[in-house]
Nanobody
Framework: QVQVVESGGGLVQAGDSLRLSCTTS????????MGWFRQAPGKEREFVAA????????YYADSVKGRATVSRDVAKNTMYLQMSSLKPEDTAVYYC???????????????????WGQGTQVTVSS
């Protein structure tokens, strides 16, 4: 079994920065892509950012482009999401997801991922 665990959420003020971490662990596996999604109360889960584990492609949602940086540490099986200039509309539960199989699904689609973390709350006060 594979575990995906997020950390780093919390309560911040508008304009602040925050870094989320996501670590994958468990049985032997190969990571292909990892992604961040978020879900605000009463809204659908939406794509935030994703990275191919090879590092050759990174994707961002328009809503965070220019304010978010996704990176990974292959040796630690850990992905990071650095967000700056946070806005109240960034308030949501942020989920990390791991894709451990080869598919044609887009890294920006939640259907691409088999393993999900439990989520970490990010609250941005105005």
């Amino acid at each position: 079994q594979v575990q995906v665990v997020e950390s780093g959420g919390g309560l911040v003020q508008a304009g602040d920065s925050l870094r989320l971490s996501c670590t994958t662990s468990g049985r032997a596996f190969i990571v292909y892509d990892m992604g961040w999604f978020r879900q605000a109360p009463g809204k659908e889960r939406e794509f935030v950012a994703a990275i191919k584990w090879s590092g050759d492609s990174i994707y961002y949602a328009d809503s965070v482009k220019g304010r978010a940086t996704v990176s990974r540490d292959v040796a630690k099986n850990t992905m990071y999401l650095q967000m700056s200039s946070l806005k109240p509309e960034d308030t949501a539960v942020y989920y990390c997801a791991a894709k451990l199989r080869v598919t044609t699904a887009s890294p920006q689609s939640h259907t691409s991922y088999e393993f999900w973390g439990q989520g970490t709350q990010v609250t941005v006060s105005s």
